[in-house]
């Protein structure tokens, strides 16, 4: 299986750390051209590049993508959404969305690489980045009060929920302006999204 990889970091190496006989190459956008891989991964963070997935119609295409929904971009049917924030691609299972047509190949292609699909629907947030946002979020609201200090509550975080990292770590990892994006673009439909203003102005500065 001959996967090509488009990325603007070095973050796809935690998707194929146990990849079984694929052969993975790093491409630019221009390098991509149809009928030289079997497979395409466009890690890039939110590209949506609609132009690329079209031209490669017999291709499962995977793309990171958080915050965009398939239906919002008229994707193809080929196209797998998957999240690809930071911390996430290290994990058994890989949160997807996709139409049902291509869901089994998705999966086989998920298997070779030692992972399985975890399928959710197609709405911004998918589901583990939601959750991760709003305990992040809160964990700003928490500091405003005057709860605690940031490094108290990661560590009570840590050890009181098995977490993983405390949420201002998890936040520094994956990135404040994604979680800003997310719980912005969650706030529309829901006041419980409601952004703390201390990250507002942390991301500001």
């Given amino acids: 299986m001959r996967c090509f990889v488009i990325s603007d970091d070095d973050g796809w190496k935690d998707l ?12 630019s956008r221009e390098e991509c051209l149809p009928g030289k891989s079997d497979i395409i991964f466009d890690l890039r963070d939110e590209a949506w590049d609609m132009d690329l997935y079209r031209n490669h119609p017999e291709n499962p295409i995977f793309i990171s993508a958080v915050l965009g929904t398939l239906k919002q971009h008229q994707a193809p049917a080929n196209v797998v959404r998957i999240n690809g924030w930071p911390t996430m691609l290290t994990k058994p299972l890989i949160e997807c969305s996709a139409e049902s047509a291509i869901q089994i190949r998705a999966e086989e292609i998920l298997e070779r690489l030692n992972k399985k699909a975890e399928w959710v629907a197609d709405l911004p947030g998918l589901v583990s980045p939601r959750v991760i946002a709003m305990i992040i979020n809160e964990a700003w609201f928490a500091l405003e009060e005057g709860v605690s200090s940031a490094e108290d509550i990661d560590t009570a975080m840590q050890l ?8 201002f770590a998890w936040g520094e990892k994956i990135g404040l302006k994604k979680i800003l994006s997310l719980l912005t673009i969650l706030e529309q439909s829901s006041p419980r999204y409601k952004v703390a203003a201390s990250l507002e102005k942390e991301v500001a500065e």
């Fill in 16 to 27: 194929f750390a146990s990849a079984l006989a694929v052969e993975l190459i790093r491409v």
């Fill in 160 to 167: 009181g929920t098995n977490y993983p990292f405390g949420p």
